[in-house]
């Protein structure tokens, strides 16, 4: 199981890095249209500030001290430093996994997130739809900002990588 979490995770934290980097305009990564109210490069601080502290920290032993408050905060941080984040915490994330073993899903995990006790298996699940929800919603703002200026959109992608 802990081999289909790292599976899992790899491939979800280098879509992430996939959706920054595919923003036309890296100004493109701080706004927002309609009612949508956090722009990517904030969904994108979010998700690394998320996965470090709840498996990084707190499954595989990091220091991090997160601050989440500054994850909807900041703006205007630059692509670069977005993609080296994404890749330090995809790093970070694979060796907590890897330092796992299967028994340790079925342990209770170390706080409270989410008001009830839960696995640490349940988390991992969890924090995976935690990340698909929010990189839908990244990929989603990019093709209505990057469309509304004309750019082109690749729908290459999405049939080589199918719904699944």
């Known amino acids: 199981m802990i081999k289909g979490f790292i599976k899992i995770y790899d491939r ?7 959706e920054i980097e595919a923003f036309a305009k890296e100004e493109n990564l701080w706004r927002v249209t309609g009612a949508v109210k956090n722009p990517a490069g904030n969904l994108c601080l979010h998700l690394v500030g998320n996965l470090r502290t709840y498996i990084g920290k707190n499954l595989g032993g990091f220091d991090y001290v997160r601050d989440r408050n500054a994850e909807f905060e900041l703006k205007d941080i630059s692509k670069h430093q977005l993609l080296s984040n994404v ?9 907590s996994l890897q330092k796992l073993d299967n028994t340790v899903l079925k342990h209770t995990y170390v706080e409270d997130v989410l008001g009830y006790s ?3 298996g349940f ?17 989603y703002l990019r093709r209505m900002i990057d469309s509304s200026e004309g ?3 690749d729908t290459t992608r999405s049939r080589q990588h199918g719904t699944a």
């Open 87 to 95: 890749e330090d915490t995809k790093s970070i994330v694979i060796s």
């Open 123 to 139: 988390f991992l699940i969890h924090l995976s739809a935690h990340l698909s929800y929010h990189l839908g919603q990244i990929n």
């Open 151 to 153: 750019s082109t959109l």
């Open 12 to 18: 979800d934290i280098s879509r992430l890095k996939e």
């Open 118 to 120: 839960m696995t640490n």
